[in-house]
């Protein structure tokens, strides 16, 4: 049962130009949403985060969109550098109150980043 | 900016014996979590400490057992190991109430033979 989707298992784009990460998730009580970067033997590394209170959050070349009703959130990159080129991972969370809780993650979409 | 850090890196082992794998939060972080990814797979939460009290728990097999300590560490002990076993194990850890990030360590990739 994979509660959080990542339906592109690949996305290849032009240096300079957008890439868009999309990602689905089915249960309801996640409230936190997360993109991480990773690389082959490497810890995933974190990027980008929004609560279910927003819709949008940006930071710097990084945006992540999220539209509840469609349980659906997108993870922008403007412009896209070689750098980039890495597996995303969706994450999201369903918060406790005593303390943040595990997360659920997607299955990853391996971007490259054509020079 | 001190990470989380994890040891050992790489770690072999035969089936049937034990591993411990060690995590070390960032500082002044009270949570920590571990995941497990196998290959071509995506990380798979395992168990965490809050606290060093058990907070929450995965897929996580009977033969293995964790624990925090009182300076926050976390050690993973896995004992009767099997092939399956064999993954890359991260720890991740998080301010807990400040803020609900998690931020993870480097991995440990453990190979059972």
């Known amino acids: 049962d994979q509660q959080v989707k990542q339906n592109s298992p690949s996305l290849s784009v032009q240096e300079g130009r957008i890439s868009i990460l999309n990602c689905d998730y089915t249960n309801s009580m996640f409230d936190y949403f997360l993109w991480y970067k990773k690389y082959p033997a490497e810890g995933p590394t974190f990027l980008i985060s929004i609560s279910s209170i927003k819709d949008k959050n940006e930071d710097g070349r990084f945006t992540v969109f999220l539209n509840k009703s469609a349980k659906h959130l997108s993870l922008h990159i403007v412009p896209s550098q070689p750098g980039d080129s890495a597996v995303y991972f969706c994450?999201?969370?369903?918060?406790?109150?005593?303390?943040?809780?595990?997360?659920?993650f997607g299955t990853g979409t391996r971007l490259a980043v054509r020079p | 900016a001190a990470g989380v850090i994890q040891s050992p890196r790489h770690l072999i082992k035969e089936k049937r014996e034990t591993a411990t794998l060690k995590c070390y939060p960032i500082?002044?972080?009270?949570?920590v979590y571990w995941y497990q990814q196998g290959p071509g797979q995506d990380p798979q939460f395992l168990i965490s400490?809050?606290?060093?009290?058990?907070?929450d728990k995965g897929s996580i097999p009977d033969r293995f057992s964790a624990q925090q300590f009182s300076d926050y560490h976390s050690e993973l002990n896995m004992s009767s190991l099997e092939l399956g076993d064999s993954a890359l194990y991260f720890c991740?850890?998080?301010?807990?109430?400040?803020?609900?990030?998690?931020?993870f360590g480097p991995g440990t990739r453990l190979t059972v033979l």
């Open positions: 991740a850890s998080s301010p807990g109430l400040a803020e609900d990030t998690q931020y």
């Open positions: 400490f809050y606290e060093k009290m058990q907070s």
């Open positions: 994450a999201a969370s369903a918060r406790k109150k005593s303390s943040g809780d595990k997360l659920t």
């Open positions: 500082p002044r972080h009270d949570t």
